[in-house]
């Protein structure tokens, strides 16, 4: 059977929150001073109105019935009146289960998520992987995506 992208629905809350705190605890590792341990992004009710924004789209990757992987998306319309007013596509959150990494899930739920970029008029994808994700930030430039700007921060309370 082959794998089937498509959009997250209720049913799927469960699988995904257990997604949700697989990526958790890869941001805890890199930063426990930003994300606190054993808690997820999303609540299963905060999923199920994100599921039914038509702006947040959430694209979920399955396999005999399980859901292997997701991708949070969210339509960003440019409101500075001084930029040219385009529309992003955002890539939230990405997230393979780690029972099934290397199987090129990540590859085709990015490719879909390129695929509604185009379907939505969007100028560009984009999104943020944190300093020391190495193996997102890999994946993320094998995929073809280039760095848009760096983002630096200077912690002040230790």
């Known amino acids: 059977m082959d794998y089937i992208i498509r959009r997250a629905e209720e049913g799927d809350t469960d699988a995904v929150l257990a997604l949700l705190g697989q990526v958790h605890a890869v941001h805890e590792e890199i930063r426990p001073d930003l994300f606190e341990r054993g808690t997820r992004k999303y609540s299963a009710a905060q999923l199920k109105d994100i599921f039914a924004d038509p702006d947040s789209p959430v694209f979920v990757c399955q396999r005999e019935g399980k859901v292997l992987g997701y991708a949070f998306c969210r339509i960003m319309r440019e409101q500075d009146p001084s930029r040219t007013a385009i529309t992003t596509l955002y890539l939230d959150d990405l997230c393979v289960d780690e029972g099934a990494r290397g ?47 760096l983002a630096l921060e200077k912690i002040i309370k230790r």
């Open 103 to 149: 199987c090129g899930i990540g590859h085709k739920l990015l490719a879909r998520v390129e695929d509604f970029a185009a379907e939505c008029g969007a100028y560009n994808l984009t999104l943020h992987v944190y300093e020391g994700n190495d193996s997102a930030e890999k994946f993320y430039l094998s995929a073809g995506m280039g760095v848009q700007y």
